[in-house]
T-cell receptor, first 111, second 113 residues
Framework: GESVGLHLPTLSVQEGDNSIINCAYS??????FIWYKQESGKGPQFIID?????DKRQGQRVTVLLNKTVKHLSLQIAATQPGDSAVYFC??????????FGKGTTLSVSS | KAGVTQTPRYLIKTRGQQVTLSCSPI?????VSWYQQTPGQGLQFLFE???????NKGNFPGRFSGRQFSNSRSEMNVSTLELGDSALYLC????????????FGPGTRLTVL
């Protein structure tokens, strides 16, 4: 089956930097995308979502960009903090099917 | 509002045994989905339940089954456990089916010896 992938398994940044986590998806019929954050010992936590009729969506310190032409999704975290250290997953959803997750990117923030 | 709860949090079983995991969704949520998370395969969809009916099923053998009760609580069962079933099993609930945010529980860590 088709799946969502991530470009980098790990990303290391300095506190205060902006972080960009990328994700490529393969199902052009996917119409809903979500970014999750998972800390050690916890379940995934919703960060932000975007529907396929949008290109950009902003939250608190986070921005998700969707490029449907190249089937690419990115999560931008502004002024990264040590508390942002976690594994980040993108997930795609096509109506009537199930949420498909990528492998995840481990973000490490050093102070 | 209480979040998604899963019991037990940790479980150790031996090969050949069976196990039942429980999930209580957020109050008012009617859709429950189950996922298996392993280091090698990541998060993989197991099944989704809505209104006590399985609506979607992932690519897992028939040893994996589930059900949902009238109060939306859900259980999943794995029979004839194999070493490869060792994983974190996550439950997620959402208000409805479709394009809705899913809220995850903390998971049940299953170890098969």
């Amino acid at each position: 089956g088709e799946s969502v992938g991530l470009h980098l398994p790990t990303l290391s940044v300095q506190e205060g930097d902006n972080s960009i986590i990328n994700c490529a998806y393969s199902n052009s019929a996917s119409d809903y995308f979500i970014w999750y954050k998972q800390e050690s010992g916890k379940g995934p936590q919703f960060i932000i979502d975007i529907r396929s009729n949008m290109d950009k969506r902003q939250g608190q310190r986070v921005t998700v960009l969707l490029n449907k032409t190249v089937k690419h999704l990115s999560l931008q975290i502004a002024a990264t903090q040590p508390g942002d250290s976690a594994v980040y997953f993108c997930a795609e959803y096509e109506a009537g099917t199930a949420l498909i997750f990528g492998k995840g990117t481990t973000l490490s923030v050093s102070s | 509002k209480a979040g998604v709860t899963q019991t037990p949090r940790y479980l150790i079983k031996t090969r050949g045994q069976q196990v039942t995991l429980s999930c209580s969704p957020i109050s008012g949520h009617r859709s429950v989905s189950w996922y298996q998370q392993t280091p090698g395969q990541g998060l993989q969809f197991l099944f989704e339940y809505f209104s006590e009916t399985q609506r979607n099923k992932g690519n897992f053998p028939g040893r994996f089954s589930g059900r949902q009760f009238s109060n939306s609580r859900s259980e999943m069962n794995v029979s004839t456990l194999e070493l490869g079933d060792s994983a974190l099993y996550l439950c997620a609930s959402s208000l409805d089916r479709g394009l809705n945010e899913q809220f995850f529980g903390p998971g049940t860590r299953l170890t098969v010896l």
